[in-house]
């Protein structure tokens, strides 16, 4: 399967950006972020799969779904956005989606003795969180070409 180019998927970003009135600023020595109120994302540049993926995760947080739930919700339904919308979708860019959901439940573990601690998902309370976590196990190989 021919992969997409880079050119392509920056171009991708911008497209839905400008599509949503999303105004994207240049975040090469931060962390992504999105400011849903703003209608603004700061990412890095596009470069990889890993930074498309991002840039769409980071979308997601202003244009999917499961926005207003906890945050481990709203992350999974930022790449749960990120996933359905790209041009493609490989191993890599699962991978990193994985990662950053694991990187989130772990956050939520070390705040569980705070006076309000943060939601942990458990497949029964929010399945939703799990069937993005797991998508590859349900629906096979995650290499997506639109």
């Known amino acids: ?28 020595s931060y962390n992504a972020r999105a400011w849903k109120k703003n209608r603004e994302i700061r990412i890095r540049p596009v470069k990889t799969s890993n930074t498309y993926a ?33 041009l493609e979708w490989n191993d890599q860019m699962e991978s990193k989606l994985r990662k950053s959901l694991t990187s989130y439940l772990k956050w939520a573990r070390l705040r569980q003795h705070r006076k309000r601690p943060p939601v942990i998902p458990t497949p029964t309370s929010h399945p939703q969180f799990w069937q993005v976590f797991y998508w590859n196990e349900w629906w096979g190989k995650s290499v997506i070409k639109r």
């Not at 992969?3 to 994207?24: A, F, K, M, N, P």
């Open 54 to 86: 991002v840039a769409l995760h980071e979308i997601g947080h202003i244009l999917g779904k499961w926005q207003s739930k906890p945050r481990l919700i709203a992350e999974a339904g930022a790449w749960l956005w990120a996933r359905q919308h790209a």
């Open 1 to 28: 399967m021919a992969r997409t180019s880079i050119d392509v998927l920056r171009q991708h970003i911008y497209d839905i950006c400008e599509g949503h009135d999303i105004t994207v600023v240049d975040g090469s």
